[in-house]
């Protein structure tokens, strides 16, 4: 049986779905030192998830650097803490390397923070809202994109939390380590989709999608 997919998923339907826990193992990176390590590990595996946070403002004009980069694999994410290390060498290395896949999604606005923090070249990323649209789903948001495909839903709650207070809350490392992870997932379905050609795109009605 082919697996069924939608072009689009309300957010009435996400509601009711269970809440996605991160399985793997959590690594908080402070220093250009251990960074070296975390990003000697990550460009030994096939596919790295890659996603930022940057602290909120909630006064106009006020705008902060991004605060963290968390990559992650299929179990395990590093959270590399940018407002401490900054753009280190460790760091641009990863960035810059086109040796290993690596997975993001609307990475170009998450591109735009990381220039801010120092030059660099990025290397090539696979966007998956790309992906997305080549298998016809017309959402574009992590929540939905893993909702459609996996039926559980990615919590949002800690999103406009401080990413820079001295110690993360361990709430705040979940969040950012499955929104890396849910990256690696989802290219990794993606993939197998189009290449097997085994799903079924249902087109739901658009007064049921408001």
Known sequence: MKKLIQNKVDKKTIATFPTVSFPGRIVVVLSATEAERAVDYLLSQPVLGFDTETRPSF??????????????????????????????????????????????????????????????????FVDLQDMAHQLGIEDQSLMKLYANVFGERISKRQQLTNWERDVLEESQKRYAAIDAWACVRLYEEFKRMIETNDYQLVIVPEENNQ
């Open 59 to 124: 006064k106009k004009g006020v705008h902060h650097k991004c605060s963290l980069l968390q990559v992650a694999t299929g179990n395990c994410c590093f959270l590399f803490r940018l407002n401490y290390i900054g753009m280190c060498p460790a760091v641009k290395r990863l960035l810059e390397d086109n040796t290993v896949t690596k997975v993001g999604l609307a990475w170009k606005n998450d591109a735009l923070g990381l220039h801010q923090l120092g030059e660099f070249q990025m290397g090539e």
